[in-house]
């Protein structure tokens, strides 16, 4: 049993450091002008100990927690797994909130599961459900949050490289 108390500790604190680190991102974000905001973007793998996507999923977990939409007694110790919570739907996090899949232990593997099951396939009748284009258009601006993450790290290992071989580039 002290094993097992020590690892929980020492998992909670875990979550309570990516969470420090989230809220850091976050203030910096809110001060940076826009154009300086991307610059660190570009060069997060430099200057911190994780690529600029871990950095996106680290501010959306401390976001996902200052909303209110992970309690944070319930915040996973995962950042993976917490970031997995925040891009589910409002339908999806209802519908994990009566599961109890919103807690400090829950895994990857259920929240993927129950991403599965709840997906949303609009109607074929040819009328347009308003939740339905909602949600995907949600779901658009998630996913391209993700690739401007992923443009921001290629376009940084450009540089590097260009830094690096000069005029041989060309």
């Not at 927690?65 to 319930?74: K, Q, T």
């Amino acid at each position: 049993m002290a094993v097992r108390d020590e690892v929980n500790q020492n998992w909670s604190q875990a979550r309570d450091s990516f969470l420090a680190i989230g809220f850091a991102l976050l203030d910096l974000e809110n001060v940076l002008s826009k154009a300086e905001y991307i610059k660190l973007r570009q060069g997060s793998d430099r200057l911190f100990p994780f690529s600029d996507a871990t950095a996106t999923q680290l501010r959306r977990m401390a976001k996902a927690v200052s909303n209110g939409v992970i309690p944070l007694d319930a915040c996973p110790g995962s950042y993976g797994t917490a970031y997995q919570i925040t891009l589910l739907n409002e339908h999806q996090r209802r519908v994990a909130k009566e599961r109890g899949l919103i807690r400090p232990d829950v895994t990857r593997r259920e929240i993927a599961s129950l991403c599965k099951e709840t997906v949303i396939k609009p109607e074929i009748s040819g009328r347009v459900d308003v939740n339905v284009l909602k949600e995907e258009y949600r779901k658009l601006l998630r996913h391209r949050e993700k690739l401007e993450s992923e443009m921001a790290a290629v376009d940084s290992k450009i540089q590097d490289i260009r830094g690096l071989l000069g005029d041989l580039v060309e």
